[in-house]
């Protein structure tokens, strides 16, 4: 395999010219073609130039300049199309230059890829990983608490450590298939979003457990916003992930806005004995004119990307939807005649097992809904 270790670097230029031979060192015996590209940032300090210098006894290293310094994630993005475009990478590593990521434990991650992952991830956080203890409390709350927030809110119970920046990643069939310019973060934050694209393109994703080191010289790439980037990143990426869900849960509520005061704009007016009706099929009514009000609002914003678009097809979409997004109503209606008939007719017996209906139906017909009449085509 063609490696590609990518390093961002800005004002380091002590650290490269301990880290080139480092590097070399640790890599020399792979049965891999190994190489590192130095992504600058325009040091003021000569970094590139170093790197330049040393490229003439180390061959293996080469060094590119960004356009403009844009964050560490638009550096690496930048790198890593770079990489697979020039260099034919076909793993690309990710690596500070700080000597915060030893280069002794390179070859363990390209070995999780020789032994058949997609994805490495030198982990802090998986048994035997590690952190400073003098770290700053806030910096290892930030870590680790931001580590089991993005596992929760995207669902990715198998990783430990989402904001690691020493990983390795197959190049072909995964980094080659994701739109790199789509990542959210131009900082720090990229990481999390990466990770969750490759995750969702089925990666197969190991953790190594590395030992996380003190910054050696140079100035930190940690960004002042990091935590609300961070933040930011995790959130949009649920709410993409599920944005027919919220939008079905808008439209939602106002079904349920509709259903429920019709409902009890219906109970009012048979206590005035302008109609008699039983609470049950007041129910059935109210839900009946919510549905076409929902159906119509899912169509047109919700589900706005498969919308229906003929008439007969919308027709015998409508029929189905009523045919089956009726039930829990009808189950709903059922249930509200059981509970006055078992607790006695008053306001909250009547909208209490109203309300357990709506919770019910929501789930029936949210899968109803994304999986039949407005399912991915």
Do not use: C
């Not at 670097?9 to 049965?31: D, H, M, R």
């Not at 990478?89 to 230059?97: G, I, K, L, N, Q």
């Not at 070995?111 to 030198?122: F, P, R, V």
């Not at 996380?212 to 649920?238: A, P």
């Amino acid at each position: 395999m063609k490696i590609v270790i990518v390093v961002p670097t800005y004002n380091e230029v002590e650290n490269v010219g301990n880290l080139i031979p480092a590097i070399w060192q640790e890599t020399k015996e792979l049965s891999h073609d190994v190489r590192v590209l130095f992504v600058d940032g325009n040091s003021p300090d000569g970094t590139a130039e170093k790197v330049k210098e040393m490229s003439a006894l180390y061959p293996f290293v080469s060094v590119i300049l960004e356009p403009e310094k844009r964050g560490l994630g638009a550096a690496y993005i930048y790198a890593f199309k770079y990489a697979m475009s020039e260099m034919s990478a076909d793993v690309v590593v990710e690596m500070d230059a700080d000597f915060q990521h030893n280069p002794a434990d390179i070859p363990r991650l390209i070995a999780a890829l020789d032994a058949g992952a997609d994805y490495a991830i030198g982990s802090r956080f998986a048994k035997g990983g590690s952190i400073p203890s003098d770290w700053a409390l806030y910096r290892k709350l930030l870590s680790i608490g931001g580590s089991y927030f993005s596992k929760i809110v995207l669902g990715i119970f198998n990783v430990n450590d989402f904001t690691s920046g020493f990983r390795a990643s197959r190049v072909r069939g995964f980094v080659d298939k994701i739109d790199l310019d789509s990542i959210l973060s131009k900082g720090f934050a990229y990481k999390i979003d990466l990770l969750y694209k490759m995750h969702k393109l089925g990666a197969k994703i190991t953790e190594v457990p590395i030992a996380f080191g003190l910054r050696d010289r140079g100035d930190s790439k940690m960004e002042k916003d990091n935590f609300q980037d961070s933040l930011k990143t995790v959130l949009t990426l649920r709410y993409r992930q599920n944005e027919s869900f919220f939008k079905f849960l808008g439209v939602g509520l106002i079904g349920l806005f509709t259903d429920s005061a019709l409902f009890n704009i219906l109970y009012a007016v048979s206590l005035h004995d302008l109609l008699h009706m039983s609470s049950s099929v007041e129910s059935l009514v109210s839900g009946f004119i919510a549905m076409f009000v929902t159906f119509t609002l899912n169509n047109f914003w919700s589900f706005s990307a498969r919308k229906i678009g003929s008439k007969i097809e919308l027709a015998a979409k409508l029929g189905f939807y009523y045919a089956t997004s009726y039930l829990p109503i009808v189950f709903r209606s059922f249930l509200i005649h059981f509970s006055e008939q078992t607790f006695g007719e008053s306001f909250f017996v009547r909208n209490g097992a109203f309300f357990i209906g709506i919770f019910i139906g929501l789930v029936w017909n949210f899968t109803i809904y994304s999986k039949v009449i407005w399912k991915k085509k």
